[in-house]
Structure formats: C-alpha cells, structure tokens
C-alpha cells in the first residue's frame, strides 16, 4: 500500500468548542450546509478537526434536517 | 406425584408464586396516574402539509393537535407557521410543502397520539418530533421566550418568512452572517473527502473563491 498515512501539521480547533455561541441545530440549515458537501455528504471530523462531541452532535442534526427535508439526503443542497 | 395430596399441595404452590409475581408487578409499575409536574417533556413537533391543502384545514389540523396536547394537561409555548417551503426531495410527488413547528410542554402519551393522528391524515406529508428536555416548567419557559429569543428558522430565499413580531426575523440572519464570516467555510468536493492527497493545499486556494460566493449569497 502507498503511504497514505499523513499526519496533518495544522493544529486544527474545533470549531464548537472555540466559539461557544454557535448552536448546532437541525433548523438552521446554513450553519449545517458548511459541513456537507456539495453532494449533501457529511464531511469528516479529520477534515474540519471538529470534536469528537460536536462531531456526533452535528452529524445527529444533519440527520434530522434530512429526515424533515431541511436538506436532501444526495445531490446538490438548493440556494 | 402420585398422591392426590402432593397435586394439591403442588399447585397451591404455584397459584401463590403467580399471585406474588403480579403483587411486584403492580408494585414496581406504580400508580397509573401522571404526576402533573413531573411528567411535563419539552417537545418540539415540526410537521408538513401538503401545498394544496386550504389555510383553514391546516388550522384545523394544529388546532387537532393543540387539543390533544392540552386535554393531557400540557401547554403549548409557540407555533409558528413557517409556511411554503421548497422541500430537499420529492415527497408524494410533491415538491413544496407547508411547515408548522410547535413547541410544547406535554406528556408523552399526547405525543404518540398526535403521531397516530399524523400517520392517518393523508394530508401530512412527514412529521418530526424531538424531545428538548425531560422536565420543563411551562411557566418559566413562556416567561423566557417572551424576552424575544430567536427562533432558528431555517428562512432560505424566496420562502415566506415567520409570523413573529419580536424582531426575530432581522435578529436571527445577523447571527447566522455572524457565523459565516467567523467559521469560513471551505466547500470540500467529493475527491478530498475520500481521496488523501492535496488537502491543504486545495482547501487554501478554494478559500478566496467560496468567500465571494458566500458574499453572493
């Protein structure tokens, strides 16, 4: 196998946990919208070096919009 | 057990066993009636109508749940009507659909009920509710939600905005512009998510394009 484990140099921060204020909420669908891609996938925590605890919470809530049609399960997310 | 006695014996032993088994039954379930205060949830229901459906059936249909929430001693803190959506995906064939979402203090024997109902009526194309918190007082709740909290809606372009008169409406895009600018959000395409090559290399060079498309937005 090539070497395909690299180690990422950015120490990244969670997000969540650095700004308090902002609320994971299967509602607001544009703060959600940032952490899918264009093809409604969730990004991974490597990624975006969330928490592990807002990572759950976030891909809980990402659920929940595409249960209520907030945001579609595959293809692009609309606007 | 050959003995007429020793079957006598045998099953009396056996009825007292049963009986003892539903004293702890009873026992251990406990009252059957609901403890008012204890057993107030905080839920929030948001549930879709079809599009066609007229204004006043929609209010017959909240007006439905509203009583059944009420007649198990809950209360309802708020409704809003976040009207015509686009939805994400074709339900019924239909591609818009009318939200209600509703805030309520109640029990959870009303909530399974108002799903029995929501399941029958052709009309509701999906429902969803959550449970906010295991006990909740509805007086103190009302008196925080009328200090003008905003309400998270998720108020996309070209969609009738809530009905709410307490500036939530203008509070609530700031916050989210807020948020935007803060996080700097980097569309990640498909082949990084999976792929391990290039990522931090690619994410810096998107970063200038996907901030003139958020200003677009």
Known sequence: ?79 | MYHVKDQIHFRLCIYLINLLALCQVYRLRGPLQVHEEEHMRRYETIFIVKPNVAEDEIEAITSKATSIIEGDGGTILRINNWGLKKLAYLIKKENQGYYVYADYAGVPASVAEIERIFRIDDRILKYLTVKLSDSCDPEAVKEELAKAEPVPTSDEEGMEEEKDDKHKEQEEPDRVKEELTKTEPVPVSDKEVTGEGKDDEHEEQEEPDTVKEEQAD
């Open chain 1, 1 to 79: 196998m090539a070497p395909k484990k690299r180690i990422f140099p950015r120490q990244k921060v969670c997000r969540f946990c650095a700004d308090k204020s902002l609320v994971i909420d299967y509602k607001e669908v544009r703060t959600l919208r940032n952490f899918v891609t264009e093809r409604g996938k969730i990004i991974p925590q490597r990624i975006y070096g969330n928490c592990a605890k807002h990572q759950r919470k976030l891909t809980d809530a990402i659920k929940k919009a595409r249960q209520i049609a907030l945001m579609p399960y595959s293809g692009p997310t609309q606007l």
